[in-house]
């Protein structure tokens, strides 16, 4: 049996502990301290908080802004993958670059393009006003702003994923006579099903907690445009401490949630992937 190669244990026990101490200190105390706040004047409080009307307003605005931004970066997020692992053609680095151009804007300077263009002074606004369509300060300027922000979740997940499996089976489908959709629905999507859930976990997170970008131009109407995320922000200005920390609760929650189902897709991930007993035993 080889012999284990590595630190000293009491370095490896120092690293352990300070990086529990760091988490502990900045993840799981913040936590606490949130949960203390929204619950410290009581459970009737707390619902209250819950049940305001600009509440439930800033909770539907929310979902409905995932519900939209979501499918509509699965479905970008899929043909990129395809088209960037699967194919060679002119512009492919461009589009890669142009995929992680949200990792590198800053989301309030995003905000601030999409008031440009679509502003009442902006490239556009005189034309939608004409029309009677508005986007900045409504509900298709958040939904704008979010898309943009989550785009490279689900394709930066996907284009490494599909690279790696390359194109050996899609190629053995077409020769069988499988057209696209087949190959798609057959082939690529049962090999790819855990790598989209866990671009899809962490897309819909940060849909439902982007603020930069949705602040500059929801125009923060409470009751019309105010996300959750905008709407803690105003009880907090408000030193309404309870309502708010009642309401950000919510946001924990849905973090919670992603973590314990983004941890359950790699287990999964983890375990298809294994080596069976069998070959591992039969390994050099």
Known sequence: MARHVGEPRAVRWLLIATALGFLGLFLALQLAVGLTEALRKGVAVYLA??????????????????????????????????????????????????????????????????????????????WLADHGIRIVFATPGIVLATVFVTVPFVARELIPLMQE?????????????????????????????????YGVIVCNARAMGEFGAVSVVSGHVRGLTNTLPLHVEILYNEYHLA????????????GLVTLVARSLVEWRERRRTAPAPAEEAMAP
């Open 243 to 254: 309502a708010a920390f009642a309401v950000a609760s919510l946001l924990t929650l849905l």
């Open 165 to 197: 499996q390359g194109t050996e089976e899609e190629e053995a489908a077409a020769v069988l006579g499988a057209n696209g959709w087949q190959t798609f629905r057959r082939v690529t999507l049962p090999n790819i099903q855990w790598g989209l859930l």
């Open 49 to 126: 908080a819950l049940r305001d009307p600009d509440a439930l307003a800033a909770i539907r605005l929310t979902l409905l802004t995932a519900a939209i931004a979501v499918p509509l970066n699965v479905v970008f997020g899929v043909a990129a993958a395809w088209a960037i692992a699967k194919f060679e053609f002119p512009g492919k680095q461009l589009l890669v670059a142009l995929i992680d151009v949200p990792f590198t804007v800053s989301p309030v300077i995003a905000g601030m393009v999409f008031v440009l263009l679509f502003g009442a002074q902006g490239w556009f606004g005189p």
